[in-house]
């Protein structure tokens, strides 16, 4: 192997030809890589004004030497193609600026063209200096042969017209030789570390152990080597009859899926990291025709995915509708099961009835849980096994016996009737899927209620509305007055309030939310009446609304959601949702004195409501419950002290006021010092979110932040960015997004021994892994130099960094966000913040030791 600082110049001239393999991926730099690498040509062509021999590096060229005649040598380039076919392309941009703006000098046209763009002893395509790959050949040739009108839209056409553009731009009048410049710093200042493999180096080992060096080379891109390795001669026509298909069809994040989502129907665990390994390890043995096999297989594939993403696609109407509506949803982790079916109808086991018949059976089942408030934690795993469920002879039923069976929390009509009015459904799973779901409701409400008209006069875009409380979340003095005339077998309007607030009875679309705000219902009655959407619709035909009009518009939606989404074989009630009791003692451990919380709060952070919430801490010894309140501050009349406390007999009013809590004449303590739902969240290391809150909730964020990184970087490192996320999560961490996507903090769980969040790491899209120790100098425990030390000492025993130097003098240390798609890279980072969570723990232990909170 020859290893070699090389130009441009050196790269390109002479009797050489450097051809693209079917493996590597088409032309994909974009506006922002061509800006970056303009800015640095720019830059170096200034300074050679001063220092004529500067020189920029530009990267890599790793090539394998193929045949060499008297005509010539020929190169394959391994890596370096997207640079290697960008500068050919700003080579063409200036030969043609020359063209137009210095007609008279036909010579450096000239020069150009034939020392760095053809051989004008050869012809056809033996004649380019540089052959890209298939996909990207007609835009090329046109280019190179002038003919841009004739070229085909692309990212070649589009990066070369950015150069001309460039150019344009930076040929002052006034400065007869600054385009001169500029060819010079291309040609002589742009330096490459050439790597050329001769004899028998294998260009596929070096494409893999490229990648396993750190080189941005994704996981689809090393099975597209391995596969077009293994064809050999018979690469050409597969790729241009298979895989350039494929391609165009797909994006690379696409095909990625793709390569998974196989693996995935025969080992449901498998991560999308391990896509290469896994692959490679089922086609080892394969021969020459299986693996020519496997390609066309996957190019079947690819055209039904890209009905998936793509579901104008599909033929049938009714199948296209709910692909249709799987794309509103946005669950990824249906889209293994939903390729399945659409191969199983390919291999004529499936009609189009019957594949629609299952979409929907999946739909019902995401709908149901979604309403019941099911914990979304084992969602993946469900539909991951699902395709091994499924049988040929008859799908539908195998698949709804399977979603059916065991807790996989597939709600029954009961369960549905009862989640309505007593769920906290302005607070379940993603804010995105609580509105479909509530625009799907919409297109279920009949066009007439008995004998009247529901159908508005306008027409109305589902996507611009917002979800609204139609009880609000501030009761005005006409409200309370309205609620009281119907309490049933409450004390109080705040205790309906309470109960039935964050209800889906409750809650209705509307694009008048701010002038709906707190109005009396009278008011809010004519907006809804002439909103045009028929939820409203059949609101407003109410005098009032209050207990009775919400248990029974509870009664119509569930009775609603029981018509338009399929429920499991067995109606019987096996199991709740998934409240969990520690969760609402998390919670309510977690207020701290001085501040309280009303059940209501507390049992929307646990997904269930304040009733049985109510009868769970009156029969349990939970230290502070006497923190937590009805919704307007007062003591509940049936709080009494648990036999064991060492409270009882005291007033708990008293209690909170020697705590801080301010109180009025009226015995309510103050609003000002109540925590809401999303700071009960946030104090056990949950995120909760409204419809309207300002930030998104913690499933649209991590979609946000994982998409910046893709792009950014490779879906490989999207992957192991979202492995290490859910391991964070396992351990009782939580992750903050800021509001662009661009960044992600870990934060430990709070407790009442450290006030300030403490965050071992925080990850940007942009690349890296950022460890602030800065930070840590003023977090306990941290603020120790010995434990800095141990934190720094695992980092480096984990191979992520190298830290040296004194502790105090490290502030924000990095390390490359690619190493997280090491699997075993990422398990020791693991280790790591598991370490740092029990130091936060022991801390956290002796702290209650030395000083102990007042419990009952």
Same mark, same amino acid.
């Given at each position: 192997?020859?290893?070699?600082?090389?130009?441009?110049?050196?790269?390109?001239?002479?009797?050489?030809?450097?051809?693209?393999?079917?493996?590597?991926?088409?032309?994909?730099?974009?506006?922002?890589?061509?800006?970056?690498?303009?800015?640095?040509?720019?830059?170096?062509?200034?300074?050679?004004?001063?220092?004529?021999?500067?020189?920029?590096?530009?990267?890599?060229?790793?090539?394998?030497?193929?045949?060499?005649?008297?005509?010539?040598?020929?190169?394959?380039?391994?890596?370096?193609?997207?640079?290697?076919?960008?500068?050919?392309?700003?080579?063409?941009?200036?030969?043609?600026?020359?063209?137009?703006?210095?007609?008279?000098?036909?010579?450096?046209?000239?020069?150009?063209?034939?020392?760095?763009?053809?051989?004008?002893?050869?012809?056809?395509?033996?004649?380019?200096?540089?052959?890209?790959?298939?996909?990207?050949?007609?835009?090329?040739?046109?280019?190179?042969?002038?003919?841009?009108?004739?070229?085909?839209?692309?990212?070649?056409?589009?990066?070369?017209?950015?150069?001309?553009?460039?150019?344009?731009?930076?040929?002052?009048?006034?400065?007869?030789?600054?385009?001169?410049?500029?060819?010079?710093?291309?040609?002589?200042?742009?330096?490459?570390?050439?790597?050329?493999?001769?004899?028998?180096?294998?260009?596929?080992?070096?494409?893999?152990?490229?990648?396993?060096?750190?080189?941005?080379?994704?996981?689809?891109?090393?099975?597209?080597?391995?596969?077009?390795?293994?064809?050999?001669?018979?690469?050409?026509?597969?790729?241009?009859?298979?895989?350039?298909?494929?391609?165009?069809?797909?994006?690379?994040?696409?095909?990625?899926?793709?390569?998974?989502?196989?693996?995935?129907?025969?080992?449901?665990?498998?991560?999308?990291?391990?896509?290469?390994?896994?692959?490679?390890?089922?086609?080892?043995?394969?021969?020459?025709?299986?693996?020519?096999?496997?390609?066309?297989?996957?190019?079947?594939?690819?055209?039904?995915?890209?009905?998936?993403?793509?579901?104008?696609?599909?033929?049938?109407?009714?199948?296209?509708?709910?692909?249709?509506?799987?794309?509103?949803?946005?669950?990824?982790?249906?889209?293994?099961?939903?390729?399945?079916?659409?191969?199983?109808?390919?291999?004529?086991?499936?009609?189009?009835?019957?594949?629609?018949?299952?979409?929907?059976?999946?739909?019902?089942?995401?709908?149901?849980?979604?309403?019941?408030?099911?914990?979304?934690?084992?969602?993946?795993?469900?539909?991951?096994?699902?395709?091994?469920?499924?049988?040929?002879?008859?799908?539908?039923?195998?698949?709804?016996?399977?979603?059916?069976?065991?807790?996989?929390?597939?709600?029954?009509?009961?369960?549905?009737?009862?989640?309505?009015?007593?769920?906290?459904?302005?607070?379940?799973?993603?804010?995105?899927?609580?509105?479909?779901?509530?625009?799907?409701?919409?297109?279920?409400?009949?066009?007439?209620?008995?004998?009247?008209?529901?159908?508005?006069?306008?027409?109305?875009?589902?996507?611009?509305?917002?979800?609204?409380?139609?009880?609000?979340?501030?009761?005005?003095?006409?409200?309370?007055?309205?609620?009281?005339?119907?309490?049933?077998?409450?004390?109080?309007?705040?205790?309906?309030?309470?109960?039935?607030?964050?209800?889906?009875?409750?809650?209705?679309?509307?694009?008048?939310?701010? /002038?709906? !705000?707190?109005?009396?219902?009278?008011?809010?009655? $004519? +907006? @809804?009446?002439?909103? =045009? &959407?028929?939820? *409203?619709?059949?609101?407003?035909?109410?005098?009032?609304?209050?207990?009775?009009?919400?248990?029974?518009?509870?009664?119509?939606?569930?009775?609603?959601?029981?018509?338009?989404?399929?429920?499991?074989?067995?109606?019987?009630?096996?199991?709740?949702?998934?409240?969990?009791?520690?969760?609402?003692?998390?919670?309510?451990?977690?207020?701290?004195?001085?501040?309280?919380?009303?059940?209501?709060?507390?049992?929307?952070?646990?997904?269930?409501?304040?009733?049985?919430?109510?009868?769970?801490?009156?029969?349990?010894?939970?230290?502070?419950?006497?923190?937590?309140?009805?919704?307007?501050?007062?003591?509940?009349?049936?709080?009494?002290?648990? /036999?064991? !406390?060492?409270?009882?007999?005291?007033?708990?009013? $008293? +209690? @909170?006021?020697?705590? =801080? &809590?301010?109180? *009025?004449?009226?015995?309510?303590?103050?609003?000002?010092?109540?925590?809401?739902?999303?700071?009960?969240?946030?104090?056990?290391?949950?995120?909760?979110?409204?419809?309207?809150?300002?930030?998104?909730?913690?499933?649209?964020?991590?979609?946000?932040?994982?998409?910046?990184?893709?792009?950014?970087?490779?879906?490989?490192?999207?992957?192991?960015?979202?492995?290490?996320?859910?391991?964070?999560?396992?351990?009782?961490?939580?992750?903050?997004?800021?509001?662009?996507?661009?960044?992600?903090?870990?934060?430990?769980?709070?407790?009442?021994?450290?006030?300030?969040?403490?965050?071992?790491?925080?990850?940007?899209?942009?690349?890296?892994?950022?460890?602030?120790?800065?930070?840590?100098?003023?977090?306990?425990?941290?603020?120790?130099?010995?434990?800095?030390?141990?934190?720094?000492?695992?980092?480096?025993?984990?191979?992520?960094?190298?830290?040296?130097?004194?502790?105090?003098?490290?502030?924000?240390?990095?390390?490359?966000?690619?190493?997280?798609?090491?699997?075993?890279?990422?398990?020791?980072?693991?280790?790591?913040?598991?370490?740092?969570?029990?130091?936060?723990?022991?801390?956290?232990?002796?702290?209650?030791?030395?000083?102990?909170?007042?419990?009952?």
């Amino acid at each position: 192997m020859d290893v070699q600082e090389t130009r441009l110049q050196q790269v390109l001239e002479g009797s050489k030809q450097y051809r693209v393999p079917l493996y590597q991926r088409p032309y994909s730099w974009t506006t922002k890589q061509l800006d970056r690498l303009w800015s640095d040509i720019v830059e170096l062509a200034e300074h050679r004004i001063d220092s004529p021999h500067a020189t920029h590096f530009t990267g890599s060229l790793v090539l394998s030497l193929g045949q060499v005649g008297p005509s010539g040598s020929e190169f394959l380039v391994v890596d370096g193609q997207q640079r290697l076919t960008t500068l050919t392309l700003l080579i063409c941009a200036l030969r043609d600026h020359y063209a137009e703006v210095e007609p008279d000098a036909p010579e450096k046209m000239a020069r150009l063209e034939e020392s760095y763009l053809i051989d004008r002893f050869k012809s056809g395509d033996d004649r380019l200096k540089l052959l890209p790959t298939q996909a990207d050949r007609d835009a090329y040739r046109s280019i190179i042969s002038r003919n841009v009108d004739g070229a085909p839209q692309s990212g070649i056409l589009e990066a070369y017209r950015f150069f001309r553009t460039r150019i344009h731009q930076a040929d002052a009048p006034d400065d007869p030789h600054d385009i001169d410049r500029i060819e010079s710093a291309v040609l002589n200042g742009l330096v490459f570390v050439s790597i050329t493999a001769k004899g028998d180096d294998n260009v596929y080992r070096i494409f893999e152990s490229l990648n396993n060096t750190g080189l941005k080379l994704t996981q689809g891109d090393l099975l597209r080597n391995y596969l077009f390795m293994r064809l050999g001669g018979r690469g050409e026509e597969i790729y241009d009859s298979w895989w350039l298909p494929m391609q165009r069809t797909l994006s690379p994040s696409d095909l990625e899926t793709l390569f998974w989502i196989d693996l995935i129907w025969r080992n449901p665990i498998a991560k999308q990291g391990d896509i290469y390994t896994l692959q490679v390890e089922r086609m080892r043995d394969l021969d020459d025709d299986e693996i020519v096999a496997e390609v066309r297989r996957f190019g079947e594939l690819a055209k039904l995915f890209s009905l998936i993403r793509r579901p104008d696609g599909e033929a049938d109407q009714h199948v296209r509708a709910q692909l249709l509506r799987f794309q509103q949803w946005r669950l990824a982790a249906a889209e293994p099961l939903m390729l399945h079916l659409l191969r199983l109808r390919a291999d004529g086991s499936l009609d189009d009835s019957s594949l629609a018949a299952a979409l929907h059976l999946i739909e019902s089942f995401m709908v149901r849980r979604l309403v019941v408030g099911a914990s979304t934690s084992a969602i993946s795993r469900i539909l991951y096994t699902a395709p091994g469920e499924v049988g040929e002879e008859d799908a539908v039923a195998s698949l709804h016996a399977y979603l059916s069976r065991g807790r996989k929390f597939f709600a029954t009509d009961a369960q549905i009737a009862d989640a309505v009015v007593t769920k906290p459904f302005y607070y379940q799973g993603r804010s995105s899927q609580r509105k479909t779901l509530l625009s799907w409701l919409e297109q279920a409400t009949p066009l007439q209620y008995g004998d009247r008209q529901l159908v508005g006069k306008e027409q109305v875009e589902l996507e611009n509305l917002t979800i609204e409380h139609i009880m609000p979340q501030s009761i005005s003095a006409a409200w309370r007055q309205s609620l009281e005339v119907d309490l049933g077998d409450f004390d109080s309007a705040d205790e309906v309030q309470e109960e039935y607030l964050h209800t889906l009875a409750n809650l209705t679309l509307t694009g008048y939310n701010s /002038e709906l !705000s707190n109005h009396p219902f009278e008011q809010k009655r $004519e +907006l @809804l009446t002439a909103s =045009g &959407i028929r939820l *409203n619709a059949e609101v407003a035909m109410h005098d009032r609304w209050g207990r009775a009009e919400i248990l029974g518009r509870g009664a119509v939606l569930a009775k609603r959601i029981a018509q338009t989404w399929i429920g499991p074989l067995d109606d019987t009630d096996v199991s709740d949702a998934g409240v969990t009791w520690k969760v609402a003692l998390d919670a309510i451990d977690a207020i701290p004195a001085g501040r309280w919380a009303s059940y209501g709060d507390v049992a929307a952070v646990a997904g269930t409501h304040p009733v049985p919430l109510g009868a769970f801490l009156s029969s349990t010894v939970v230290p502070n419950a006497y923190r937590v309140l009805k919704r307007r501050g007062m003591i509940a009349p049936s709080f009494v002290w648990a /036999e064991q !406390s060492p409270n009882a007999g005291l007033d708990p009013m $008293e +209690l @909170l006021q020697s705590e =801080g &809590i301010e109180f *009025n004449s009226s015995r309510r303590a103050s609003q000002k010092q109540r925590m809401s739902v999303s700071e009960l969240a946030e104090a056990i290391g949950l995120m909760v979110r409204s419809d309207v809150d300002p930030l998104q909730d913690e499933s649209e964020s991590r979609y946000t932040f994982l998409e910046a990184v893709t792009l950014e970087l490779t879906p490989s490192t999207a992957n192991g960015v979202n492995a290490l996320l859910d391991s964070w999560e396992s351990m009782g961490g939580r992750v903050e997004y800021n509001a662009d996507g661009t960044s992600c903090h870990f934060i430990a769980p709070a407790s009442s021994a450290r006030q300030k969040p403490t965050k071992p790491i925080i990850m940007y899209a942009i690349g890296k892994i950022e460890f602030p120790f800065a930070t840590l100098e003023n977090r306990p425990p941290f603020d120790e130099p010995e434990l800095r030390e141990g934190y720094k000492a695992r980092l480096n025993a984990a191979r992520l960094v190298d830290l040296t130097g004194d502790i105090s003098a490290l502030r924000y240390p990095s390390a490359p966000l690619s190493a997280l798609e090491s699997t075993a890279m990422r398990d020791s980072v693991a280790d790591v913040l598991t370490w740092f969570l029990s130091e936060l723990d022991r801390y956290d232990a002796e702290y209650a030791t030395a000083d102990p909170v007042g419990a009952i």
